[in-house]
Every structure is written in C-alpha cells, then in structure tokens.
Nanobody
Framework: QVQLVESGGGSVQVGGSLRLSCTASGSCGSFDVVLAMGWYRQTPGKQRELVAILAREAPDYINSIANYSDSVKGRFTISRDTPNTVSLQMDSLKAEDTASYYC????????????WGRGTQVTVSS
C-alpha cells in the first residue's frame, strides 16, 4: 500500500504563489511500480479534476512526462523532488484556483491501483 501526505496549502492573494508537496511512503505490489504521481483538485459540488501529473512512459517506466490541464498551463509546474516526493509550484494564482488539492499515486501495470492523499486546501482571494 501507498500512503500520501500533502502539505503546503494555505491562503494567498490573486497573483501570488504557493508550493504544494506530496510525500509517499509504502510501496506498490510486488511486481508493480509507481506509474504516475500527480495532483487533482475539487470544489464543492464538482467532480475532481486533473491539475498536473507526471506519468512514466511505457514500456520501461523510466522516463516521465508531465501533463497539465489547460487552465493551469504556463502557471503551474509539477516536479519530482525526490523519488518519493512530488511538488506543485503554483504561480500567478487566480480566484478560480481555489479548491482542495489531492495527491494521487497510480500503481501498476499488473495490479492497477490508485492511492489518494487526504487533500490540502488552497484559497485564493482578491
């Protein structure tokens, strides 16, 4: 099992910056690896949506590529700081970035499983 702990949320004014971090512990199944780690966000009454993700490329799962939602491209940057830590640098924050942010770790490719953190709140005010 994989456990995820997020940190770095808080309140900031429009145009400001925040950095979220997600630290993983535990491990995937015996024959599996972490296929991807990333960030999703959710606001009340809405579905959880992708913000940014680092996904390892098949078939060797060594190199990673980053994908971003259109709404954060050019403003947010996802990075792997250590083998077990993924960060999300958020710049030029907008009021619509206000949400609970959740870290995701995907294990596979044989026994596909998603693990989620408990979330961290980001509030952007004008």
């Amino acid at each position: 099992q994989v456990q995820l702990v997020e940190s770095g949320g808080g309140s900031v004014q429009v145009g400001g910056s925040l950095r979220l971090s997600c630290t993983a512990s535990g491990s995937c199944g015996s024959f599996d690896v972490v296929l991807a780690m990333g960030w999703y966000r959710q606001t009340p009454g809405k579905q959880r949506e992708l913000v940014a993700i680092l996904a390892r490329e098949a078939p060797d799962y060594i190199n990673s590529i980053a994908n971003y939602s259109d709404s954060v491209k050019g403003r947010f940057t996802i990075s792997r700081d250590t083998p077990n830590t993924v960060s999300l640098q958020m710049d030029s924050l907008k009021a619509e970035d206000t949400a609970s942010y959740y870290c995701l770790s995907k294990c596979g490719p044989y026994d596909l499983k998603d693990y989620w953190g408990r979330g961290t709140q980001v509030t952007v005010s004008s």
